[in-house]
């Protein structure tokens, strides 16, 4: 298959992490900005994968990374195929863009206006466990140092503070 195009972005190197993907063009709020495409797998078959994902991670095999979206009760959908352009794009603290799930399709929507050369970032939504497996480099001036979902982000700034409290102690 090749690669999924949009007249918005292009993917290069980024700050954050790895490739990022940036606009090519003013973006205004609301833009569809991209297709998040990739294998639709049942649940059983995402959840093998999500394991098999972690499994590695663990053993420091590989760092593999796990890009599966729920889009309905029945399906997932799994963006690691290379086609997937939108799978480059990285978490932010202070995103610009949201995923949406709209009649089937996963989009990624601009919830901010986004300057040309900016780089478009939505929030991963991960869950706060293993939180310490995936270190934060966006830059963001709210930055909480892990890539979490906002809904978690006092928990976590909790537990920080109480780790922190703990070093001193230590001394
Ligand atoms: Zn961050």
Known sequence: M?????????????????????????????????EYVGEKITKAEADDRAEKVIEEHKKKEKKGSVYIFELNKKYDLD????????????????PNAEVDIIRGHIWIIAIK????????????????????DHPCRCGAKNCVGYIVSEVDVPKLKKILAKKKKKA????
Do not use: L
């Not at 206006?113 to 310490?132: A, C, L």
């Open 79 to 94: 963006g690691y195929p290379n086609y997937n352009t939108a799978r480059w794009i990285n978490h932010s603290c202070d």
């Open 2 to 34: 090749r690669k999924t195009k949009s007249p918005y972005i292009k993917v290069r190197k980024s700050g954050i992490h790895n490739k990022g993907v940036f606009a090519k063009r003013d973006i205004p709020k609301g833009t569809r900005i991209i």
């Open 168 to 171: 001193k102690k230590k001394k």
């Open 113 to 132: 206006d986004i300057k040309k050369g900016e780089e478009i970032s939505y929030d991963y939504g991960y869950d706060i466990d293993d939180f310490e």
